[in-house]
């Protein structure tokens, strides 16, 4: 009987040391790897993301920062990744200081000319996601963004 104890007690300690051993901690709080997408274009002609494929690992903390160099504004909406994916935070800024951080759900970001935000997150979901694209509307072809080439695929391994 003592003996069963005492072996139960040496199974419950294995555990909680093996379970503490492979905790991996805060993962939010880890040193951010910096990823740039740009958001390109001209009005009339063509608008696209560059690149147009991003790959992400899960359990690492990116600071995914969206570059709009147009004259244009746009969206970037993947709906597949923002389920895949835990935010940390947005961070906006103006003239190389920090003027807001966002906390919560984020489902998609609009960035305007000539401006630049950052998308902090950790990814949480493996997959290949295609669907991300602009739906802003060209003031001249009439078409959206999507249609003139506004289209990216997000890898999450
Ligand atoms: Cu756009």
């Known amino acids: 009987m003592y003996k069963a104890?005492?072996?139960?007690?040496?199974?419950?300690?294995?555990?909680?040391?093996?379970?503490?051993s492979f905790a991996k901690g805060d993962l939010s709080r880890q040193k951010a790897i910096e990823v740039e997408i740009n958001l390109k274009g001209k009005t009339g002609k063509?608008?696209?993301?560059?690149?147009?494929?991003?790959?992400?690992?899960?359990?690492k903390l990116?600071?995914?920062?969206?570059?709009?160099?147009?004259?244009?504004?746009h969206y970037f909406t993947s709906e597949k990744?923002?389920?895949?994916?835990?935010?940390?935070?947005?961070?906006?800024?103006k003239n190389n200081e920090k003027i807001a951080e966002v906390k919560g759900i984020i489902k998609e970001?609009?960035?305007?000319?000539?401006?630049?935000?950052?998308?902090?997150?950790v990814p949480i979901k493996t997959g290949e996601f295609k669907?991300?694209?602009?739906?802003?509307?060209?003031k001249k072809t009439r078409q959206t963004h999507k249609q003139m080439g506004?289209?990216?695929?997000?890898?999450?391994?």
């Open 109 to 121: 970001i609009e960035v305007f000319p000539n401006n630049i935000v950052e998308w902090w997150f």
């Open 81 to 93: 990744f923002s389920n895949s994916i835990f935010t940390r935070k947005i961070q906006i800024n």
């Open 5 to 20: 104890t005492l072996l139960g007690l040496s199974a419950i300690f294995l555990l909680f040391t093996f379970h503490n």
């Open 131 to 138: 669907d991300l694209f602009c739906k802003i509307e060209d």
């Open 46 to 59: 063509v608008h696209f993301y560059e690149p147009s494929t991003l790959k992400f690992e899960t359990g």
């Open 62 to 73: 990116y600071k995914l920062k969206l570059i709009n160099l147009s004259d244009s504004k």
């Open 150 to 157: 506004m289209r990216g695929t997000i890898i999450i391994e």
